[in-house]
């Protein structure tokens, strides 16, 4: 069993900072990639931000240079650091994982449950 848990989410103004945390837990034996997606109402979840298992980073052009990525390895949690927020970025944030279990030969996609995130104008 595998569980993404994220935190961090809520209300801010725009222009302000929020921190999201995802952290994964259960018999993991290897995660391949890390990263956030959103999902506004009425629209498609797209993805936000990427870290891949050498350090190497992608976002979408609508937060470069606005929020970053990182990530603690080897307590197997993600970050992403929000800043100069925009009410457009207001979204349902979900973490995913790329990760093999241990047991398995095979990498699958899991998610966490979503934490809301809303920016006032």
């Known amino acids: 069993q595998v569980q993404l848990v994220e935190s961090g989410g809520g209300l801010v103004q725009a222009g302000g900072s929020l921190r999201l945390s995802c952290a994964a837990s259960?018999?993991?034996?290897?995660?391949?990639?890390m990263g956030w997606y959103r999902q506004a109402p009425g629209k498609q979840r797209e993805l936000v931000a990427l870290?891949?298992?050498?350090?190497?980073?992608n976002y979408a052009d609508s937060v470069k240079g606005r929020f970053t990525i990182s990530r603690d390895s080897a307590k197997n949690t993600v970050f992403l650091q929000m800043n100069s927020l925009k009410p457009e970025d207001t979204a349902v944030y979900y973490c995913?994982?790329?990760?093999?279990?241990?047991?398995?030969?095979?990498?699958?996609?899991?998610w966490g449950q979503g934490t809301q995130v809303t920016v006032s104008s």
């Open positions: 995913n994982s790329n990760l093999r279990r241990a047991g398995e030969i095979v990498y699958r996609d899991y």
């Open positions: 259960g018999s993991i034996f290897r995660i391949n990639h």
């Open positions: 870290i891949l298992s050498g350090g190497g980073t």
